[in-house]
Structures are given as structure tokens and as C-alpha cells.
């Protein structure tokens, strides 16, 4: 039997297992228990302190580096158990992707996490809806992917996310952790509050954008698995039963780089 949760502080055992595999995720109670039974503070805990490992090696230029602690990163049991408890937390959980699963239970949840692996990895297709544009009578297409998709995607952004914030501008704010608009609003007041402040703001949108994004510029740029920010891209939709390619593109506000034209 794994034993999952401690009160002492010291790191689970995840290694001393004999039962079988295949055994142990048929095992519902054994499931449910496990799952409830982790600490979610040290989860919390050892997957920031990888992140701040990723970001100081980011910082010290040390690519080979930052490409050992990411895959160490994606391969953690707590990374993949924070995961879980991401995409089954949040205001998408209930919405099932194109194999119509959810993980409702706690035995479903804890045996994502055991299942969770990069090994022979293939994204499902995602499922096309189309919801409507505030104020206008336009229809944004929407890619919804498989919960196990999803999983993989917030696994892989975790490892991700610590390149981006050290090395992106220090003054954007758009899908930025801990940022908001309140942040944004703030350095407008300081760079407008001067003598010499500019007159004039120009405002500008890029059409498309986030639709018509080179999948080939994101493999070379994009410091992550390459196969699997692959299968992330090139997954394609179903729309009304038929499967389309996803070519260019990825959409706005994914979990990751999750291609969705």
C-alpha cells in the first residue's frame, strides 16, 4: 500500500510499494483514501520550491538546468496530485471534453494522478463550441479539452510558468500570475502622474492574434517538451462529428499552449 499523507513534515514514500499497479487503481476505497489522505500544504510547498529552483536557474542562464529541474517538475507526484486538484477545482470541472469523462470522485482524481504520464502522451482532439461575444452578435469558437488533456497541460505550465514570469516584461500584465488590472491601472497612474508624461495613448489590438499564432515560432521559442507542446498543438477539434486539423493558432487564456483555430 503508498502511503500518501504525513503530519510530520517529512516527504512521502512513494516507492516501497508490492501491491500491482493495475490492482491498486482498480481498488476504489484504496483510491479514495489515498487521495484525501494528501497533504496539501507540502504539495503546495515542494512544487513552489521546484518553480523557484526553475526560475533561479532561469535567471543564472543555465538552460540545461532549467530543462533538468522541468522535467523533474513534470514528473513529481505532488506536481502531478496539484494538477489534478487544478483542472477538478475549478469552474470548468464539470465540463467534459470529447470522451464525456469527469473526475467527480476522489478515487477518479487520485487515479489521474498514478495514470498522469508523458509516456506514449497523445492529446485528444478538442471539442468545438461556439459562446457568444459580450456586446456583440459574433461567436467566439471554443476548445474544450479532454480532463486528462487539461491535466497535463496545468502539469506542463507549472513547469513553464517560472521561465516566463523571470523573463517576461516587467510591465505587462495580461495573463500574468498574482497580476490583475488593478496592477495595470497602477503603472498608467505612475507613468501619466508626471510633469513630462505623454499627451497622447495609443491603444492597440492585434487582429487575431492568439488565432493565428505560428506553431513552428512556439517550437523553436518555447522552453518545454517539444513532443508534447506538439500534441498540445496539433491535437485538432471535432465539430458537429468531424475531426478538423489544428494548423496555426492557439487559444486565449489556455492552460498552456493548447493549439484550438
Known amino acids: 500500500m503508498v502511503?500518501?499523507?504525513?503530519?510530520?513534515?517529512?516527504?512521502?514514500?512513494?516507492?516501497?510499494?508490492?501491491?500491482?499497479?493495475?490492482?491498486?487503481?482498480?481498488?476504489?476505497?484504496?483510491?479514495?483514501?489515498?487521495?484525501?489522505?494528501?497533504?496539501?500544504?507540502?504539495?503546495?510547498?515542494?512544487?513552489?520550491?521546484?518553480?523557484?529552483?526553475?526560475?533561479?536557474?532561469?535567471?543564472?542562464?543555465?538552460?540545461?538546468?532549467?530543462?533538468?529541474?522541468?522535467?523533474?517538475?513534470?514528473?513529481?507526484?505532488?506536481?502531478k496530485a496539484y494538477a489534478v486538484k487544478k483542472v477538478t477545482s475549478n469552474k470548468?470541472?464539470?465540463?467534459?471534453?470529447?470522451?464525456?469523462?469527469?473526475?467527480?470522485?476522489?478515487?477518479?482524481?487520485?487515479?489521474?494522478?498514478?495514470?498522469?504520464?508523458?509516456?506514449?502522451?497523445?492529446?485528444?482532439?478538442?471539442?468545438?463550441?461556439?459562446?457568444?461575444?459580450?456586446?456583440?452578435?459574433?461567436?467566439?469558437?471554443?476548445?474544450?479539452?479532454?480532463?486528462?488533456?487539461r491535466a497535463m497541460q496545468t502539469l506542463y505550465a507549472l513547469a513553464l510558468e517560472p521561465v516566463t514570469e523571470t523573463t517576461g516584461d516587467h510591465i505587462s500584465f495580461g495573463f500574468r500570475k498574482g497580476r490583475s488590472a488593478k496592477d495595470a491601472c497602477e503603472q498608467i497612474f505612475c507613468v501619466l502622474a508626471r510633469k513630462c508624461s505623454p499627451t497622447w495613448i495609443l491603444e492597440g489590438d492585434i487582429k487575431g492574434c492568439f488565432d493565428n499564432i505560428n506553431h513552428g515560432w512556439l517550437q523553436e521559442n518555447i522552453p518545454m517538451d517539444k513532443r508534447i507542446m506538439k500534441q498540445f498543438l496539433k491535437s485538432g477539434f471535432i465539430y458537429e462529428g468531424n475531426l478538423f486539423p489544428t494548423d496555426t493558432g492557439s487559444p486565449q487564456g489556455g492552460l498552456c499552449l493548447y493549439g484550438g483555430n
Open 92 to 149: 470548468g470541472k464539470n465540463t467534459s471534453g470529447v470522451d464525456k469523462k469527469l473526475w467527480s470522485t476522489s478515487a477518479s482524481k487520485m487515479k489521474a494522478v498514478l495514470a498522469l504520464t508523458d509516456k506514449h502522451y497523445r492529446a485528444k482532439p478538442l471539442r468545438r463550441v461556439f459562446i457568444e461575444k459580450k456586446g456583440k452578435n459574433k461567436k467566439r469558437p471554443l476548445g474544450i479539452p479532454t480532463m486528462y488533456d
Open 3 to 79: 502511503f500518501l499523507g504525513r503530519t510530520d513534515g517529512k516527504p512521502m514514500n512513494f516507492s516501497n510499494s508490492t501491491t500491482d499497479k493495475t490492482e491498486r487503481l482498480k481498488d476504489r476505497n484504496t483510491l479514495t483514501d489515498q487521495w484525501k489522505s494528501i497533504d496539501w500544504t507540502l504539495v503546495q510547498t515542494h512544487v513552489n520550491r521546484l518553480q523557484t529552483r526553475i526560475a533561479k536557474a532561469t535567471v543564472k542562464g543555465d538552460k540545461n538546468k532549467v530543462k533538468r529541474l522541468q522535467y523533474l517538475l513534470t514528473h513529481s507526484f505532488y506536481a
